[in-house]
């Protein structure tokens, strides 16, 4: 895998962050199984819960173009170390990624990097399984 290459991208697309209340940008880019590589920037909004993360931005562009099948994710972000996902992105990967295979680059630059497995970041995930048979469906 092209680490390097995937950490550009996520730098890259940082620059394109829309963050005028926490100046804090991020830049994510996600790597298909097919081989195709999404990116997305953080954009918030004046009532925070109403701002994207830069994953959930990559993961949802590739869901619109009909991808469903992920490899790796590198993130990349304003601050002086590696860092992780936020919650519900870790929550949202664990929908369509496998947990024990799934890479995600915590990249301070190209040459800079962690890589750790969404299981790691994500233990005890809330899955199907939780689920209870319901009379609904």
């Known amino acids: 895998m092209d680490y390097q290459?995937?950490?550009a991208?996520?730098?890259e697309v940082k620059q394109s962050a829309y963050?005028?209340?926490s100046h804090f940008r991020v830049g994510a880019a996600l790597l298909?199984?097919?081989g195709k590589i999404f990116t997305g920037c953080n954009v918030e909004n004046v009532s925070y819960s109403a701002t994207n993360c830069a994953e959930r931005t990559a993961v949802y562009k590739a869901i619109s173009e009909g991808e469903r099948e992920f490899a790796a994710i590198a993130v990349n972000g304003d601050n002086d170390d590696y860092l992780p996902p936020c919650g519900v992105c870790r929550q949202v990967l664990a929908e369509f990624c496998d947990m024990e295979t799934f890479e995600v680059i915590l990249a301070n630059n190209e040459e800079d990097y962690r890589i750790v497995t969404l299981d790691r970041l994500?233990?005890?995930a809330f899955s199907t399984?939780?689920?209870k048979p319901s009379d609904v469906f």
Do not use: F, H, M
């Open 129 to 131: 399984d939780n689920l």
């Open 9 to 11: 991208r996520a730098v």
């Open 122 to 124: 994500l233990p005890g």
């Open 5 to 7: 290459g995937l950490i």
């Open 32 to 34: 298909t199984k097919s």
């Open 19 to 21: 963050a005028p209340y």
